[in-house]
């Protein structure tokens, strides 16, 4: 039996199991673009990372003074994105490994995201990472988006495990609080590296401060062995 028999993972998906957030970069400059708000830079983008897309365009809305609703940014920057997701998505070559080796030991798996479903399921399908990972809660399914916890508490119910029995990879500020404030274990790995100081991260159970760099699939796969027979 495996060691792990007590634990789920979750995983959120933006920048924690796929480079994603190139791709959002472009669908935000293109649509921002379009609206008159030349020269949207990649720094700028950075203070977006985490929240969801409904999130971001109603802050643009607040500091660019766009005219242009929620709904017609969202779903022009929405379906940017998914033409570009679906053809163009790399998922991280570690995060995949340290997938397929939980699969192999019959964890439960399940990605909790702030996208919409229709961009999870292209990801996932893109990747093939839809063969390891069944169980996807996307934030149109919950009534508050990260850091609110409802996504990860609504993965965990679906799973059918107590929220203390599982451990969240997050690579943003909100994701990990909203970790935390769902009971769950958190092992961070910061996309942006300038945010590692954030205290969000601080309260992470494992804080990979070089992010990507510094993920390997056999160390988090030790780490949750060690957490499981701690426990």
């Known amino acids: 039996m495996s060691t792990l028999s007590t634990l789920s993972v979750i995983f959120d998906l933006d920048g924690t199991l796929v480079d994603s957030e190139p791709n959002y970069y472009e669908a935000s400059r293109q649509t921002l673009a379009e609206h008159g708000v030349p020269d949207f ?48 998505t790399r998922a991280y070559p570690e995060m995949r490994k340290f997938v397929e080796l939980l699969a192999a030991e019959g964890v439960p798996l399940a990605v909790a995201s702030g996208s919409c479903a229709e961009a999870i399921d292209a990801i996932l399908a893109g990747t093939g990472l839809n063969a390891f990972l069944y169980t996807v809660v996307s934030a149109d399914e919950v009534s508050h988006g990260k850091p609110a916890p409802d996504v990860f508490l609504e993965a965990a119910r679906r799973l059918g ?7 969240v990879l997050e690579d943003a500020a909100p994701g990990a609080a909203a970790a935390h404030a769902a009971g769950m274990r958190c ?3 910061p996309y942006v590296a300038a945010q590692a100081d954030a205290p969000e991260f601080a309260r992470a159970e494992l804080l990979l401060r070089g992010g990507q760099a510094e993920f390997t699939a056999q160390s988090a796969y030790a780490w949750l062995t060690d957490s499981a027979t701690s426990a």
């Open 161 to 167: 495990t107590d929220p203390a029995d599982c451990v």
């Open 41 to 88: 830079t990649w720094a700028e983008h950075e203070s977006y990372v985490g929240i969801s897309t409904w999130e971001t365009v109603t802050l643009w809305r607040e500091r660019y003074g766009l005219r242009a609703s929620p709904d017609e940014l969202f779903d022009a920057t929405n379906r940017r994105y998914l033409e570009l997701a679906r053809t163009g």
């Open 187 to 189: 092992i961070a790995i």
